[in-house]
C-alpha cells in the first residue's frame, strides 16, 4: 500500500485505480493506515473530488473492508435509508409495512448527532430494547419477522468507521464524494437487492438548497447503481418537522399510533413512508396501483403493527407493544406549552432550531458518546401555515424538570415565524433515477 502516492494523486485532482482505494480502504480497516494519513486523504477529497468511477470504487472498497451480507430468502431484500432531518420516523413505519408485504428488510441505522434524530435512539426509547446484535441474531430476526432495524457490527464496513471519525474533526464532513461513500458503504455491506432513499431539503434538513440535495440525489442513485444495486433516490421537503413530536419516545409515540391504524396522527409522514414504500415494491417488480393498496393495508389491517411489535420483542422489549404500548414508553414529568404572542399564520419553521433545542434538553447528543433522555421532547408542533391566536400553542416541551422546560422555551418560540400564510409547498419534490 503508498498511502502517500494516493493522497498527493487525489490532491492533483488525479482519481486513483480501483486496486489502491482497496488497498487504502483495508489500511484504514486495520490502523495501517495513520489518522494523518486518513486526514490528509479527506481534505484532498474534500478539495478535488472524486470523477463518478472513483466514487464508485472508493464505496466499493470502504464495503469490501469488512463483511459484506450474503441472503438466501423467498423474497427480495430491500432497505431505505434517508440523509436525516427533524420528526423523521418513517424507518420506524415503513420497515415493518413492507416486512408484512412480504419482502426482507434486513436495516442497519443509526443514531442522531446534531440536530437530527438517531432512528436506534428512536427505537431504543423502548425499555429492555438493544439494537446492537450479532450477525447470526440478524439473520434470525429477519428471516422470522421480515424486518430488524438494528446497528451496524464492528465488521461492517470498518473503514467508513474510521474515516468518519477522522473527518468529524478535520472539517470534511461536507464532502459529496466522502457523504456519499459513508452512506453507500454501509447500506451496500447489508447484501441489499435494492436500495430506496430520501434525500431531505429545507430549514430541518442538513441541505438547505434543492441543488445541493440534488447533487447529493444524484451522486447517490449514481454511485449504487455503479455498484450493483438498482436504487432510487426521492427528494422531500423538511421545511417542517416530518410528524408532529420531535424526539425519541415522543416520536415513537407516534409511530405507533399510526401503526395502530391512525395516520391522520402524521399525515405528512404517513405519506412519504407509502410514497417510499411504493418506490421499494416498484423496484422489487411490483406494479404501483398494487404496491400502494398493499401498503395502505399493512396500516389498516394491523399486520404493520404485529411486525413491529414482533421484532421489538426479539430486540429484548416487552412482548405486548402491539396493546399496550402507552404503559412502555417514558414520560417526561414536567411539560410546557410554548404560546404564540401574536396572530398570524405559521410563515416559517426553523427545524435544525427546534432540533437543537431537543438536544439542549437532553435528547439529542451534542458530540459522540452523549447519553439520551428518551423521554424529552415536543409534542403538538403546529403545521406550517397554521392560522394561530395570540396565546394559541406552538408545541408542548416535554422536559425532565422545570428549569429545563423553561430554558427551552425561547428557543422553541423563536423557532416559530408569525406572519403572512406561505405558498404550498409539495412534500415530494422530485424523483432521481
Not at 132 to 151: F, H, N, P
Not at 221 to 248: F, H, I, R, W, Y
Not at 264 to 277: D, I, K
Not at 329 to 342: E, F, G, H, R, Y
Amino acid at each position: 500500500m503508498d498511502a502517500r502516492g494516493l493522497i498527493a494523486a487525489v490532491r492533483r485532482g488525479q482519481t486513483p485505480d480501483a486496486a489502491a482505494l482497496l488497498d487504502f480502504a483495508n489500511g484504514l480497516a486495520t490502523g495501517a493506515v495513520t489518522d494523518a494519513q486518513a486526514g490528509a486523504f479527506a481534505m484532498a477529497v474534500c478539495l478535488k473530488g472524486l470523477d463518478d468511477t472513483g466514487r464508485v470504487a472508493l464505496t466499493e472498497a470502504m464495503r469490501d473492508s469488512g463483511d459484506v451480507l450474503c441472503w438466501d430468502m423467498p423474497g427480495p431484500v430491500v432497505d431505505k435509508h434517508s440523509t436525516g432531518g427533524v420528526g423523521d420516523c418513517v424507518s420506524l413505519i415503513l420497515a415493518p409495512m413492507l416486512a408484512a408485504c412480504g419482502v426482507y428488510v434486513p436495516m442497519i441505522s443509526g443514531r442522531g448527532l446534531g440536530h437530527t434524530g438517531g432512528t436506534l435512539d428512536k427505537l431504543e426509547a423502548v425499555p429492555g430494547v438493544c439494537v446492537d446484535v450479532s450477525e447470526a441474531r440478524l439473520r434470525t430476526i429477519v428471516a422470522e419477522i421480515g424486518c430488524a432495524i438494528v446497528g451496524a457490527t464492528t465488521r461492517i464496513a470498518p473503514a467508513d468507521r474510521r474515516l468518519y471519525a477522522v473527518r468529524d474533526v478535520t472539517a470534511t464532513v461536507d464532502s459529496i464524494d466522502l457523504i456519499t461513500a459513508s452512506i453507500l458503504s454501509k447500506k451496500l455491506a447489508a447484501g441489499l437487492d435494492t436500495l430506496v432513499l430520501d434525500v431531505k431539503v429545507g430549514s430541518g434538513a442538513f441541505m438547505k438548497t434543492e441543488a445541493d440535495a440534488r447533487a447529493l440525489a444524484r451522486a447517490l442513485v449514481d454511485t449504487a447503481k455503479g455498484a450493483g444495486c438498482p436504487t432510487v433516490a426521492v427528494l422531500s421537503d423538511m421545511s417542517q418537522p416530518l410528524a408532529p413530536s420531535l424526539g425519541n419516545a415522543t416520536e415513537l409515540a407516534v409511530c405507533m399510533e399510526v401503526l395502530s391504524g391512525q395516520p391522520e396522527a402524521a399525515p405528512r409522514l404517513v405519506t412519504l413512508a407509502l410514497a417510499l414504500g411504493c418506490e421499494a415494491l416498484a423496484l422489487a417488480g411490483w406494479p404501483a396501483e398494487k404496491a400502494r393498496a398493499a401498503l395502505e393495508r399493512t396500516l389498516a389491517d394491523g399486520s404493520a403493527l404485529d411486525r413491529f411489535a414482533r421484532m421489538v420483542a426479539a430486540l429484548g422489549g416487552p412482548p405486548d407493544m402491539d396493546k399496550d404500548w402507552r404503559t412502555h414508553l417514558p414520560k417526561a414529568p414536567v411539560t410546557l406549552a410554548v404560546s404564540a404572542t401574536q396572530a398570524g399564520h405559521l410563515a416559517a419553521i426553523d427545524g435544525e432550531a427546534l432540533g437543537l433545542a431537543v438536544v439542549a434538553l437532553g435528547g439529542g447528543r451534542s458530540r459522540e458518546g452523549d447519553k439520551i433522555d428518551p423521554a424529552v421532547g415536543l409534542t403538538d408542533v403546529c403545521d406550517l401555515g397554521t392560522r394561530v391566536e395570540r396565546g394559541d400553542t406552538l408545541a408542548v416541551i416535554h422536559a425532565r424538570s422545570q428549569d429545563k422546560a423553561e430554558a427551552a422555551l425561547d428557543a422553541v418560540r423563536a423557532a416559530f415565524t408569525i406572519g403572512a400564510a406561505p405558498a404550498a409547498a409539495p412534500l415530494i419534490l422530485d424523483r432521481i433515477t
